[in-house]
């Protein structure tokens, strides 16, 4: 026999009824005479009474359909009875301690990162040379984000929408990721902004120490000076004095003016610039400047009809705005650089500044390069007895007047062998460079980081393949010393007048183990324009990024954007590239494309380009493209008898030179000497070709 369940007696009572459901009584507590499927509903009331013939009653408003159509009331032929809500009794609001929960949900690898910062951020005792700017970056770092509601607005304030979030009333509110125990996002390992980059590798080498006498020049004997030089000129970064307006050197951080050719207009700001309280508002104002949002006044007022836009995180608003930087929807949109340029504030020894007249060079198409050049020696300046790696934090801050023309030519060159296990340290870069283009300026950047050497070739093939010379190219790559350097690189743009131009050529060939270039260009003024031309070069075991953010907020704005990438051995590369158009940046005309060839079938790459469009009058493009070098092409050249190598070689030279031909010819010297960039670029593309033939075949084999 089967025993049916005991069923709850069936009680026929009221005509009256208590209905405890949060879901009925919402529903009951609408106003469906002016509910539309296509627009936000009116705020929720409680609903106060039900009358006989299903007519619904609460602050005044009447509706006559609710209850017939869900089924709970009478008929039209029905006789109609009272149906009475009884009120539920207010439930007191439990506080919470919401402090007690901030770190709750830090992981170790989380845990490992804030102290990996903390060291490198150091104690509020510690010297800091940027004056106000470094006490207001540490006191920016430090301060926790609150822990509150949000404030719930009603559809009568002018800020309401219906995109809101809160939590339950007995719910912790909890800290973004990140923002557990610093004021500013720190990398995570599965953050939207670190997500393919080694954050685990990167926290796992202490870069704790730093170059001794940081904040004071360098002063060299000749002979040094002399080597330093040549290194220079045979790298290919090194201008005379006749070929360029001015060049700052820097050394392992610190400012060497034997060395340099400073002008009233380009010059080094030292302790003594920040502390003698000289330097105008305006440079301390861009100065103060972060990046991500953090800064929420814009560098221009942007005209929007009749007034003008000043705040960032109210652009697009009330339904399409970003919203406070530190909440969770605005750090997964962040590039994760405000920590870092809050640090570099904090540990720069120097600034270079970089002042343009008004005026200066107006109309010129090809002005004399700034040159300014970043050097570093196999130990970075540190004393050999600390065994730590050591950090390095350079910053430049340039700022184009009205109608001018300039260019900047920012370089990273290695001054010893980085590759000598004996003394080679390991190394953090976190630069930081800030540009601000005035009415009627043309900006030209030309940016080239070549450290940490050259990658070992062939580390592609597995252990039981045939490799040259007995050694195990893997075994090589993994120990050689660049691979436990870190360069991190946040470029920050500001197109604040009328008609200013950024044109910008970035190349990262370096060999270091992980590499970051983020760059950010506002377009605030209409006409304002950005044109940005990158390439990434990445072998061996590199892990490498680059992150750029277009940034469109005035009307009539335009821009341009070819990124190339090339990606052989076991190396991984990751371009996202996003172009942002706010609501106020109608007849923006936008392009991105993105090209990468993997040259290994144990490359691997994400290419992420993306546009964001709250305007609905542009015109915007963008694209992505993988593959590897053309089959047919390379079969064309060696049936004109040139060998496979070389073949190889001239197809991937030709990807890259369109992007090398927006660097500066005074930049690029002479393509037939070991020192032109061509030739640089040649050598290290020469240890990233793929060594046989293909495992697989076919036109677009990789994946």
Known sequence: ???????????????????????????????????????????????????????????????????????????????????????????????????????????????????????????????????????????????????????????????????????????AILPAYGLEQYGLPIPRKNAESWRHFDVVGMVNVDYSGRPDDVGSDLVLDNDVLEGYKNIMKDGGVWLDDEACSARLVYVDGRYCPALSKATENVRNLSQNDFADGTLSEEILKNLDRLPDGFTDELAAEVPSGDSFLTSLKSLSGPDHNVGDPTSQFAINNQQGTACFAALNSIRAGAVALMEVPAGMNEGVDDPQPVVIINGQTSNMGCSDDDKRGVSCHSRILAIAGEGSSSSLVQTYIDLGNSDEAAESKAKLNNGFTQIYINKGANFTHTYLEETGGIVTPGVEETSGDDVSAGADPREIESNRPALRNTHLESIDVHVAGDDGRYTAAIMGLGGNGRSRISLSASLLRPGAHASLNGFALAGGAQRTETKTNIHHVAQGTTSQQTQRNMVGGRATSSFRGRIHVEQSAQQTDSDQLSRTILLSEKARVWAVPSLEIIADDVKCTHGATVSDLSEEELFYLRSRGVDRETARNMLMYAFVDEVGQAVPASVRGNDDLDSGLKRRCIKRLQNVVPQGERGIKGEFQSV
């Open 1 to 171: 026999t089967v025993r049916r369940p005991h069923l709850p007696p069936i009680h026929t009572e009221p005509p009256t009824m208590r209905i405890t459901s949060l879901v009925l009584s919402t529903f009951l507590s609408l106003d469906l005479d002016n509910v539309s499927a296509f627009s936000p509903s009116r705020s929720f009331r409680p609903a106060a009474a039900i009358n006989a013939d299903a007519h619904i009653t609460y602050n005044g408003i009447t509706s006559t359909s609710a209850l017939h159509a869900i089924g709970l009331g009478p008929g039209e032929d029905e006789q109609s009875s009272s149906v009475a809500i009884a009120e539920q009794p207010a439930v007191a609001e439990v506080e919470i301690d919401h402090e007690q929960y901030r770190t709750s949900r830090l992981s170790k690898i989380d845990e490992q990162c804030d102290e990996w910062y903390g060291a490198l951020l150091g104690t509020s005792d510690e010297t800091t040379y940027l004056g106000d700017v470094s006490v207001e970056a540490r006191k920016r770092i430090l301060t926790l984000p609150e822990l509150k509601k949000a404030t719930v607005l009603l559809p009568e304030d002018e800020n309401w929408t219906p995109y809101q979030t809160n939590v339950l009333p007995t719910s």
